[in-house]
């Protein structure tokens, strides 16, 4: 009897094991997939939304969703005659590691997915998205602690720490004086790698070597956009804005972390990128100015192709200045790489523009009369004439020279009106797509009274300085940025990469922007931007058979707490979208109905609410 009852103790404890075992199974299943993986369709996002509610994670915010009521009923699930109408009442939180999350610059997915990548020309650098099965189908928490950012113009030279806790740069650029961690907040005293002593002096001592009246860089509005390269924390940029001209920032995700993250922070035009493999996604001649300040940039390698990537960037005319070690140094590999870089810029038929100190100036020529006269066989060759200049999404630099076209030849330049009065001028350009002046100019003042629209809704939410970061996600000619002139603003416009490629007119008016194509996410850090201008851009990718739900999350991720989007759509995207509103931790802002008819459009505007994990506000307590 003992030993039976001793058999049946122990059937008993085994049955309890298995229960225990199988139990913890199923929570790794269901927890690992809610965070660590989902399908790219509404169906697989709303089971990852009961996954994580019945573990009992839970938003706590400013404001609660429904009096109190978010968590009871956040397992069930609205259900119609189609997707559209299954209805979440709650998007699952990405584990709080996944806070700076930039899902197509995963230096994590690259490791996973074991791509073999060539590091020594910087690839693992470049965009590799995830495929629809490893997809980070969640909402990226805040950090601990984090506080709507500090307002233009003081958060050029100051942000809070907590929003961005990283202050390895400030111990090892301490000397340089990039950045100083002092109490809460993070100062920015103007400094760089090569002008320890503020961008200020060191940008005006470069006009002044190229004799501008003024020592104004701008040059009496001739010189309007810039492309700094390796921009460290985008000092150099944030000085160029007084000037009226407006730098892309760029700079990788490397080993000096959240350089662009802090840029754009501090409410300075920036973008994640490198100077890798593929074309920059900017079009040919979009910048009168080119600046590297010890970019850490081998400059000379495959032929140059660096290099002549920055020559097709360049717009007739345009400068390069370069601030490094061999401009100046006479030890004897800098004064190797001195002859070498020289020798291959004069192939270029650039010229020294001005030379002192540590910095050189090249210009390059106004015109295609070097190039023809160049010896037969000289390297670099000329580009085919069959090569696009201007088509850059996923396409390969190649180590040519690309001429100006027949207008800008006898131009002997771009054409462009000085700054500001090239906003509205209809850009030489235009002519590429067979658009009139007509048409240019209806469109300016269709986006200036649509802005006006705007900003009446707005107002009751928004002061003088509420926005400074806006993204135009289907730009066209860059009109709704040309309607903010007046506004303490910056505009990204991005053109879709697959529609006309209308950023060279974007460009030509003195804006900046970038080509991207909205299957994929955008290559920024998240909670970088204020404001977000979706004009029929969920229809563009639904007519492509990409997900509405996923740029609803790339969208809320790209917010900062707070922060507002503009929807411009056909009714079922406003209706689709007003019923993700909750779920989002958005809310409806404008006055009337929630939407305004605009012919065949209706306007929706959105506000993110400030939320934080469990996690994280216990850490702010």
């Known amino acids: 009897m003992s030993r039976g009852r001793s058999d049946g103790s122990q059937k008993k404890r085994l049955v309890a094991s298995i229960c225990v075992v199988a139990t913890f199974l199923g929570f790794l299943y269901v927890y690992g997939g809610s965070i660590f993986g989902s399908q790219n369709s509404g ?48 998007f699952p939180v990405c584990d709080d590691r996944h806070s700076e999350l930039i899902p197509c610059l995963d230096r994590h997915l690259i490791y996973q997915m074991r791509m073999k990548l060539d590091l020594s020309v910087m690839e693992h650098y470049e965009r590799h998205c995830p495929p629809a099965e490893r997809r980070y189908n969640c909402l990226i928490p805040p950090p601990s602690g984090y506080k709507v950012p500090i307002k233009w113009p003081q958060s050029r030279d100051e942000v809070w720490k907590a929003n961005i806790p990283h202050t390895h740069l400030a111990h090892e650029k301490s000397d340089q004086n990039w950045m100083v961690v002092k109490g809460e907040k993070i100062v920015f005293p103007g400094g760089g790698t090569h002008f320890h002593y503020g ?3 060191y940008i005006a001592s470069i006009a002044n070597m190229l004799n501008f009246s003024n020592n104004n860089l701008n040059n009496e509005g001739r010189l309007r956009t810039v492309l700094d390269v390796g921009c460290g924390v985008a000092s150099f940029g944030a000085y160029l804005l007084s000037s009226d001209i407006i730098a892309m920032s760029l700079a990788p995700n490397d080993v000096h972390q959240n350089q662009i993250q802090f840029a754009l922070e501090r409410g300075i035009p920036a973008y994640l990128g490198v100077l890798g493999t593929k074309r920059l996604p900017y079009p040919s001649r979009s910048f009168e100015f080119a600046h590297c300040s010890r970019c850490r940039i081998d400059w000379l390698q495959r032929d140059g192709l660096l290099l002549l990537e920055l020559d097709r960037l360049l717009r007739p005319g345009g400068y390069f200045a370069y601030s490094s070690p061999e401009a100046y140094a006479q030890d004897e590999e800098d004064l ?7 020798d291959l810029v004069g192939r270029m038929c650039w010229k020294v523009a001005a030379k002192r100190n540590q910095t050189v100036v ?3 020529p106004p015109t295609n009369d070097c190039y023809m006269e160049r010896e037969p066989g000289t390297r670099p060759p000329l580009c085919q004439s069959d090569d696009d200049p201007d088509a850059v999404w996923g396409v390969n630099m190649k180590a040519c020279i690309t001429p100006y076209s027949d207008h800008d030849n006898r131009a002997k330049g771009s ?20 658009y009139s002046n007509d048409m240019f100019e209806k469109d300016t003042e269709l986006w200036q009274r649509r802005v006006e629209k705007y900003w009446d809704l707005l107002s009751p939410k928004i002061t003088s300085n509420t926005l400074r970061n806006i993204m135009d996600m289907k730009a066209n000619m860059g009109s709704f940025a040309a ?56 229809s563009d990718i639904e007519n492509k058979g990409c997900s ?4 609803l999350i790339e969208m809320d991720r790209m917010l900062r707490p707070t922060g507002f989007a503009i929807i411009r759509d056909k009714q079922s995207v406003i209706d689709f979208i007003k019923n993700h509103l909750s779920a989002l931790h958005w809310e409806a802002i404008d006055s009337s109905s929630n939407s305004v008819q605009d012919g065949d459009e209706v306007v929706l505007i959105i506000q993110k609410k400030m939320w934080l ?7 702010t307590e």
């Open 43 to 90: 169906s697989s996002t709303l089971e990852y939304g009961r996954s994580l509610k019945r573990l009992g994670s839970s938003y706590l915010g400013a404001e609660d969703d429904t009096d109190g009521k978010q968590d009871e009923s956040s397992s069930s699930f609205r259900q119609g005659d189609g997707e559209d109408n299954i209805v979440p009442k709650s």
């Open 199 to 201: 961008a200020d002096k």
């Open 483 to 538: 309607a903010l002139r007046d506004k303490k603003v910056w505009v990204m416009n991005v053109v879709p990469q697959d529609g006309p490629n209308t950023l060279k007119l974007i460009y030509d008016r003195g804006l900046i922007g970038t080509t991207h194509d909205w299957c994929e996410a955008f290559s920024t850090y998240p909670r970088t931007y204020d404001l977000l201008h979706a004009w029929t851009v969920f």
């Open 415 to 434: 054409g462009l009106a000085p700054w500001p009065a090239r906003l509205t001028s209809p850009p030489p350009r235009l002519a590429d797509f067979g």
């Open 336 to 342: 190797r790489i001195w002859k070498e870089m020289s």
């Open 613 to 619: 994990t469990s996690e994280s506000f216990r850490d």
């Open 362 to 364: 090249w210009q390059k």
């Open 548 to 551: 509405k739900e996923d740029l």
